[in-house]
């Protein structure tokens, strides 16, 4: 149904055409966790079917390259609505270091709306967030210069409540027609939760070895012929 829509008002209508993809290409698990321990909404139960039946990720990914081209080869613009979709902080940034479009995700970060946040610069954030803010200033002056992609795998960040909160960020310089940059997209997403589960992993695995160790050596000095049981 959405292929034969998109096709109809690029074909016929000859519109420039925005499809908006489903929460439910997150799939179940994430949905419901949105839905009982974000929202609150715990009477709401989505049967399998309606992810059976809905638009799947690979599907998704072919359908929006062949409506790509259909709306090329007639001069028109296809595209797809993504931010408030994805799990994760996403923002369109200018080369002066504005935001010129943000999620909800990436608001809330920043204990702001997404209207308030739109024109700011890093360093206008709250409070909390001018030191990050300068970092942000810096980095984003290397995309814009160097026209490379910068990724940091842990990146520390501190949150309104105070906490602090590992992320992945990753930052993509865009070019304009005449192969200028002059904007560029970054995406963010907490990792805190996996990075102290490894961690803790790491810290249970060296506890385990440091006692076998010192087993051993006890094992080892024990006099000839004495026998455990």
């Known amino acids: 149904e ?10 016929e209508r000859g519109l420039h055409t925005i499809v908006k993809v489903n ?60 931010l408030n979709t994805l799990p994760m902080a996403i923002a369109v940034k200018d080369a002066a270091g504005r935001y010129l479009q943000v999620n909800r995700e990436m608001a809330e970060f920043y204990g702001l709306t997404r209207e308030r946040m739109v024109g700011m610069r890093a360093r206008e954030l709250p409070s909390h967030a001018r030191e990050h803010g300068r970092r942000i200033l810096e980095e984003d002056r290397k995309v814009i210069e160097n ?3 910068v990724v940091h795998e842990e990146y520390e960040v501190v949150r309104p409540s105070g906490e602090t909160e590992i992320r992945y960020v990753a930052k993509l310089p865009l070019c304009n027609e005449d192969g200028e940059v002059d904007r560029m997209v970054v995406v963010s997403q907490d990792i805190t939760d996996r990075i102290r589960a490894e961690q803790e992993l790491a810290e249970s695995r060296e506890a385990g070895e440091r006692v076998f160790n010192r087993l051993k050596d006890a094992i080892e000095s024990l006099p000839v012929g004495l026998s455990l049981y």
């Open 147 to 149: 026209r490379e992609l």
């Open 2 to 11: 959405i292929e034969q829509i998109a096709h109809y008002l690029l074909e």
């Open 23 to 82: 929460p439910t290409l997150l799939g179940k698990d994430k949905v419901m966790q949105i839905l009982h321990s974000e929202l609150g909404f715990n009477e709401i139960d989505i049967p399998d079917s309606v992810f059976d039946h809905d638009l799947q990720y690979e599907r998704a990914v072919r359908l929006i390259e062949e409506l790509k081209k259909t709306a090329a080869a007639r001069g028109l613009f296809f595209g797809v609505k993504l």
